[in-house]
């Protein structure tokens, strides 16, 4: 089946290090998304990449990066300067030049040991 | 994009039409109106969108005002199972995809 997959599902990171949040989709969508969720609250944009090695600065982008070597990956990297990573991230695909909707994965749950 | 304004909470009793609202009052004429639902620790469901006709699904019911500013989605039927948060948003459909925000939404508690 076609669709978006985020792992691993949940994740734990020590104080100074940096981690990365895998993001595959096999649905041949151009653009891809990273948002994180805080506990009671909605969706942040924290980058976005409508073609390969091309991205963009979402809302929240400092202490975050990405990359998008391949139309199918858009692997998240949460670096040590982010102070407060602790969240729920959440990746979104979608098919440019039509009206169709984004599709999600089922998320990551990242906390701090 | 245009920004959304929702409630951030509306109770339904189970069995009832379930009305959320929707303001995007800055909604430009090529932005569509899009609705997606969260549970608790899922990823955001799709549910329906529109530009400016009415639209239906097996899921529910988009009504657009004519000058666009306004939206509601109706759940005909509510469940105990519809109780979730509700996102509302409005989008280019172009070639350049662009940010893709969304607000805090309203969450949804379906009573028996």
């Known amino acids: 089946d076609g669709g978006i997959t985020q792992s691993p599902k949940y994740l734990f990171r020590k104080e100074g290090q940096n981690v990365t949040l895998s993001c595959e989709q096999n649905?041949?969508?151009?653009?891809m998304y990273w948002y994180r969720q805080d506990p009671g609250q909605g969706l942040r944009l924290i980058y976005y990449s409508q073609i390969v090695n091309d991205f963009q600065k979402g809302d929240i982008a400092e202490g975050y990066s990405v990359s998008r070597e391949k139309k199918e990956s858009f692997p998240l990297t949460v670096t040590s300067a982010q102070k407060n990573p602790t969240a729920f991230y959440l990746c979104a695909s979608l098919r440019t030049g039509s009206n169709q909707p984004q599709h999600f994965g089922d998320g990551t749950r990242l906390s701090i040991l | 994009d245009a920004k959304t304004t929702q409630p951030p909470s509306m109770d339904c009793a189970e069995g009832r039409a379930a009305n959320l609202p929707c303001n995007h009052s800055?909604?430009?004429?090529?932005?569509?109106v899009y609705w997606y639902r969260q549970i608790h620790s899922q990823g955001p469901q799709y549910i329906i969108h529109?530009?400016?006709n009415n639209e239906t699904n097996e899921m529910a019911s988009l009504i657009i005002t004519e000058d666009r500013k306004s939206s509601t989605l109706i759940l005909p039927h509510a469940t105990l199972r519809d109780t979730a948060v509700y996102y509302c948003?409005?989008?280019?459909?172009?070639?350049?995809?662009?940010?893709?925000?969304f607000g805090d939404g309203t969450t949804l508690t379906v009573k028996p």
């Open positions: 800055t909604i430009s004429g090529n932005e569509y």
């Open positions: 529109g530009l400016k």
């Open positions: 649905l041949n969508h151009d653009a």
């Open positions: 948003i409005v989008r280019v459909a172009n070639t350049n995809a662009g940010k893709s925000t």
